[in-house]
């Protein structure tokens, strides 16, 4: 008796032991998957929110999926919400990325479940299948990610909400084909499984279908980097025509200087010859003119930051000639943790959208207060509006292709760095508030 029980004491042990030894492919697979969504998604900085991430990844990858099976619909309904809860930043953007890595992690599954696992059996090699089956997918997983490696981005993509939401059309193919393929077999399960011709219809489709989803899958995550390097380009090409008008400017200001020194010593002898003929009001008349000339203006230094500096400068020029009256003030210091891009989109979209319901209003003051102190940034704009506010204050210009980024794109800035933005319209007045944590 007692070596009997000592007997199962010890099978029993070992079967413990080796079911928590197969978790350990089971966490690795978690862990490089957690490496490659992490690339694309923003995770709560929480410690707890990305253990979680690693845990649930891990039973995803090692979800049992047949063709015809309910566990895809099952697995969907707990993928969605999670990857949603503990990420951040653009919901369109969040969501996108979630459904092209449950397009990827799904086929891989139900490969080796319905193609995979039969196969192994039928040649009578259940053994190899339990054994292999569970370093395949850490293999896979682990391979995948040494091999994109260097390719993965540093840190999440931005891309604007307008692009996000052709991300999300575009992983939609995917998704329902992968949706198709696994789940309709259930509509007519006992018809199919009893025709052996409809049966391999169905197996033929899965193998053509599940490999094109998991490669689209992956075209799509390198779509979304192009597509946020082209973004960055032509941002900083923006950037830099604005710098470059800010110093073609600085540069016809100081010739303007130039040439009112070399002529000063006329300008004196002309109201000097005007004062010693009694002429007083022509001889004012004449010093104001040289102080209204554009060289006695110069251009306004709003504040220590240069990229703030060569927006706020811009939109000023661009107000004078449309006749807006600017009521700025601005304390930003040189270096801020803010990217110089997304200063440029907060900056510029919160002035553009100012300035045009300004011009239809009957007050045509733009009132702009922006600060940086206490580890905060702090924008706030006001201006008056005429007729109803168009929706997420897209722009009313025909040219829609260069603008209407408008209130959509600085809420995706804000919520990325962690921020808010917050919006009030009443009586003919809007404001803009926009906080975000500095660094």
């Known amino acids: 008796m007692a070596s009997t029980f000592l007997i199962n004491m010890a099978e029993y042990i070992l079967l413990c032991f080796r079911n928590w030894f197969w978790l350990i492919p089971v966490l690795v697979s978690g862990f490089f998957l957690f490496q490659i969504v992490s690339a694309f998604l923003t995770v709560k900085p929480r410690r707890g929110w990305r253990i979680a991430l690693?845990?649930?990844?891990?039973?995803?990858?090692?979800?049992?999926?047949?063709?015809g099976d309910t566990n895809l619909l099952f697995t969907l309904l707990f993928f969605l919400p999670l990857l949603m809860l503990v990420s951040r930043g653009n919901r369109v953007g969040r969501l996108a990325v979630t459904v092209i890595f449950f397009c990827l992690i799904m086929p891989v599954n139900a490969v080796l479940n319905t193609y995979y696992a039969p196969a192994m059996a039928h040649f009578g090699l259940d053994n190899v299948y339990y054994y292999s089956n569970k370093f395949i997918r850490p293999t896979l997983w682990g391979l995948l990610y040494l091999a994109a490696r260097k390719r993965l981005p540093e840190r999440p993509p931005r891309l604007s909400p307008r692009l996000w939401k052709l991300e999300l059309l575009l992983a939609a193919m995917p998704f329902s084909s992968l949706l198709a393929v696994v789940l309709l077999p259930i509509l007519q399960s006992d018809y199919i499984y009893s025709n052996y011709l409809l049966h391999g219809l169905t197996m033929n489709l899965g193998v053509a279908v599940l490999p094109f989803v998991f490669l689209t899958s992956l075209a799509l995550l390198y779509a979304i980097q192009v597509l946020e390097d082209h973004e960055r380009l032509e941002e900083a090409n923006k950037l830099a025509s604005l710098r470059e008008s800010y110093y073609q400017g600085l540069r016809r200001e100081e010739r303007q200087v130039r040439t009112l020194r070399h002529d000063l010593r006329n300008h004196l002898t002309v109201v000097q010859g005007l004062l010693e003929q009694g002429e007083t009001v022509r001889a004012a008349g004449y010093l104001g003119e040289i102080a209204a000339s554009p060289a006695m203006s110069g251009r306004r230094n709003l504040c220590e930051?240069?990229?703030?500096?060569?927006?706020?400068?811009?939109?000023?020029?661009?107000?004078?000639?449309?006749?807006?009256?600017?009521?700025?003030?601005?304390?930003?210091?040189?270096?801020?943790?803010?990217?110089?891009?997304?200063?440029?989109?907060?900056?510029?979209?919160?002035?553009?959208?100012?300035?045009?319901?300004?011009?239809?209003?009957?007050?045509?003051?733009?009132?702009?207060?922006?600060?940086?102190?206490?580890?905060?940034?702090?924008l706030r704009m006001e201006n008056a509006y005429a007729g109803e506010l168009a929706p997420e204050l897209a722009t009313t210009k025909t040219d829609?292709?260069?603008?209407?980024?408008?209130?959509?794109?600085?809420?995706?800035?804000?919520?990325?760095?962690?921020?808010?933005?917050?919006?009030?319209?009443?009586?003919?007045?809007?404001?803009?508030?926009?906080?975000?944590?500095?660094?």
């Open 54 to 67: 690693i845990l649930f990844l891990s039973v995803t990858s090692d979800m049992v999926i047949w063709l």
């Open 305 to 378: 930051n240069e990229t703030a500096n060569i927006v706020l400068a811009a939109k000023l020029e661009a107000m004078d000639q449309a006749g807006l009256t600017a009521d700025f003030a601005v304390s930003l210091p040189r270096d801020l943790s803010i990217a110089d891009l997304d200063l440029c989109a907060l900056l510029g979209n919160a002035l553009d959208n100012a300035m045009e319901a300004a011009e239809r209003a009957e007050d045509r003051t733009v009132i702009l207060r922006c600060r940086a102190e206490k580890g905060l940034f702090m």
């Open 400 to 439: 829609k292709a260069s603008h209407g980024f408008g209130l959509a794109g600085m809420r995706e800035i804000a919520e990325r760095l962690g921020g808010s933005l917050e919006t009030r319209a009443q009586a003919g007045r809007f404001e803009l508030v926009v906080c975000l944590p500095l660094n």
